[in-house]
Nanobody, 124 residues
Framework: QVHMVESGGGSVQTGGSLKLSCTAF????????MGWFRQAAGKERERVAA????????TYVDSVKGRFTISKGSASNTVDLQMDNLKPEDTAVYYC?????????????????WGQGTQVTVSS
């Protein structure tokens, strides 16, 4: 059964760094695209970054370019999100997503089923 398990997150001050990890379970083969979404309190879920599970073709939304780095994790079907120079507006619950697709891009990645997410809080 497909499901996501996120880890990492926490609380930091502005300018700090955090690292998130996600493992996608239930995918045994295929072109897997994985990525991150986030949802701040009272706002809609928004896209953050995506990458092919082999570590190729990373893509980002403009608001995190140059600050966040998505990469292949150490375990199978795992990706990491290194977040540097964090800002208060990065505060949100971060959710992982995975999709079987030949076109992996953050603008088209479809999320779901959603895991519990992991909270990131950046204080000023």
């Amino acid at each position: 059964q497909v499901h996501m398990v996120e880890s990492g997150g926490g609380s930091v001050q502005t300018g700090g760094s955090l690292k998130l990890s996600c493992t996608a379970f239930g995918y045994s083969y295929g072109n897997i695209c994985m990525g991150w979404f986030r949802q701040a309190a009272g706002k809609e879920r928004e896209r953050v970054a995506a990458i092919e599970v082999d570590g190729s073709n990373p893509t980002y939304v403009d608001s995190v370019k140059g600050r966040f780095t998505i990469s292949k994790g150490s375990a199978s079907n795992t990706v990491d999100l290194q977040m540097d120079n964090l800002k208060p507006e990065d505060t949100a619950v971060y959710y992982c997503a995975a999709e079987l697709t030949f076109r992996c891009h953050i603008s088209t990645l479809r999320g779901g089923p959603w895991g519990q997410g992991t909270q990131v809080t950046v204080s000023s």
